[in-house]
């Protein structure tokens, strides 16, 4: 949840700082008129905020944790076929981005080994550790 705060208040950020790009387009294209002159502001801002907003919502470090979910697979541990399975590929310096044979899990067996490798123990009640990964 922190993650996702973190995302919005970025995103709010990067709003603001559209508002005096766009106003100085604004006043730099008046001549063209109201309509023309939004939209080559409009094409500017998108020009410009198109690569900083790809960095807000793509960015592992703002998300903090980067999950892989996949459909209708057998969880590693228990064997179940399951529905959803999710397996962990990147937090802080754990990452498994390169990982050849990754190991994916139903949602208890992913909180469990989630809370063994991280916390020390298991994970208390509440929360999905798969939901970054569906944010």
Known sequence: MVSL??????????????????????????????????????????????????WIFRNTSLLGELWEVRSNQKCYDCQKQCERVYRLVKFGKYDRMGDKS?????????????GKMFRGNDIGGGGEVGAAARN
């Open 5 to 54: 705060f973190k995302k919005y208040f970025f995103y709010l950020v990067r709003w603001q700082l559209s508002t005096p790009i766009l106003a100085v387009c604004i006043v730099w294209f008046a001549t063209f008129g109201t309509t023309w002159c939004t939209v080559i502001a409009n094409l500017i801002g998108g020009l410009i905020f198109f690569w900083i907003d790809r």
């Open 102 to 114: 990754p190991q994916f899990r139903c949602h208890d067996c992913s909180r469990t080994k989630y």
